[in-house]
């Protein structure tokens, strides 16, 4: 394959909206964490997808809210570097007939950074056909979108001629990343995403955004190809560390058990994996923390 061609395009919109579905769905292999809670997502991801002679790098961002910590402020300000310096801007949306307040600040965002932007109307395999109309309305008297397209991360309708449309942004350049690749995303960051999407799986309220994951060993034994991790789950209160363990350590094991079954899905063999809870109390507003933990502004 020659790769002549590359674009480089931000996948932005409201927490929940299936902007890490999306990306799954196009790559063809999970790089970004997916729950039904908001924040899943708080940094940068690349998903690589080769398509003849272009090459398209999409960028998984944040979900665009109020920020509420240290960390919401370094979250809201990756997904706005992340909308400039970009081919083009990918905006996803539900099928509703009218703005949010996300959507409007995000709208005004791609008019202060003036690049190429279009739509998609994500979930479209919950609303009937003729409600998009309404929806495809408002969002043209928004904005002049480039395309507005349809689309379900879920079931896959749509995504091929998103694809399609996401090419034409593509300009003469050298190929970016090897072919083979997916994601800029290494094997211990996705095995450390991978943690923390059950512990927001498994745990409720505030508690699992409160959490923070660090890989401390991630080795490969020669003689069986069996993957050694120990992994250490930070949370910021002592009371939360009692509700991660669990009654005699159930909801660990269970958090446990659960990425580790993904984890050998995803490496292809065998994962003997070890977990620690630690208190870091307000870590979130902690800047050497954040910069320990990969959030770096």
Known sequence: MNITKTAIIAITGRPNVGKSTLMNKIVGEKVSIVTNKPQTTRSRIYGIVNRGETQLVFVD????????????????????????????VMMLVEPINHLGKPETQLIEQLKRSQVPALLAVNKIDTVKKEELLAV?????????????????????????????LSSL?????????????????????????????????????????????????????????IIDLDVTIYCEKASHKSIIIGKNGSMIKKIGELARKD????????????????????????????RSFGFDK
Not at 61 to 86: C, I, N, Q, R
Not at 263 to 290: A, C, H, P, S, Y
């Open 263 to 290: 984890i050998e899905r995803f490496m292809g063999t065998k994962v003997f994996l070890q977990t620690w809870v630690k208190v870091k109390e307000k870590w979130r507003d902690n800047n050497g923390l954040l």
């Open 61 to 88: 961002t944040p979900g665009f809210h109020a920020p509420k910590s240290l960390l919401g402020e370094y979250m809201l300000k990756v997904v706005k570097d992340s909308m400039s310096g970009v081919d083009a």
């Open 136 to 164: 495809i309305a408002a969002y043209s008297a928004a904005y002049p979108f480039r395309e507005i397209v349809p689309i379900s991360a879920r079931t896959g309708e749509g995504l091929d001629a998103l694809l399609d």
């Open 169 to 225: 942004f593509a300009i003469d350049g050298p190929q970016l990343f090897p072919e083979d690749m997916l994601t800029d995303q290494t094997d211990q960051q996705i095995v450390g995403e991978m943690v923390r999407e059950k512990l927001l799986i498994c745990l409720d309220q505030e508690i699992p955004h409160g959490t923070a994951v660090e890989v401390i060993r991630f080795s490969e034994r020669e003689d069986t190809g």
